[in-house]
Every structure is written in C-alpha cells, then in structure tokens.
C-alpha cells in the first residue's frame, strides 16, 4: 500500500478525481526531483504562497 493512500470518512461522498490529485500531488511533493510535475498541478498564471514565499505564474515571478 502506498505512504500516499487517502482515507475518507465512510459517510462523505467525493469525487474520485480528488482523491487521484491528492495522492499524486502528496507523492510528487515529497520527490526531489519533480519540479516540472510539482509545478504542473497548478495553472500556468497561478498565484503559490507558502509561509513568506509567494510565485506568481509558472516563470515564477
């Protein structure tokens, strides 16, 4: 079983397409090397702030 295995509560509906983003989103974080991967699960204009750090766009400016 994968580390990146969701769990749900049993009484919630979600869509399954949710569940596969998560999962790969979680996975490809924790992967070193996956810049490119990383910075495909956001749109190409998106605006990315974590802590003090905040990217604009997929140039990243």
């Keep these: 079983m994968s580390q990146y295995k969701s769990s749900w509560p049993a009484d919630q509906q979600h869509d399954p397409a ?3 983003f ?3 989103f ?3 974080s924790d992967t070193p090397d996956a810049h490119d991967d ?5 749109t190409s204009d ?3 702030i974590m802590a003090s ?4 766009g ?3 400016r």
């Design 18 to 20: 949710y569940v596969s």
């Design 22 to 24: 998560f999962e790969k």
């Design 38 to 42: 990383y910075a495909d699960s956001f």
């Design 58 to 60: 997929r140039d990243g």
């Design 26 to 28: 979680y996975k490809v």
């Design 46 to 48: 998106a605006t990315v």
């Design 53 to 56: 750090k905040k990217v604009e």
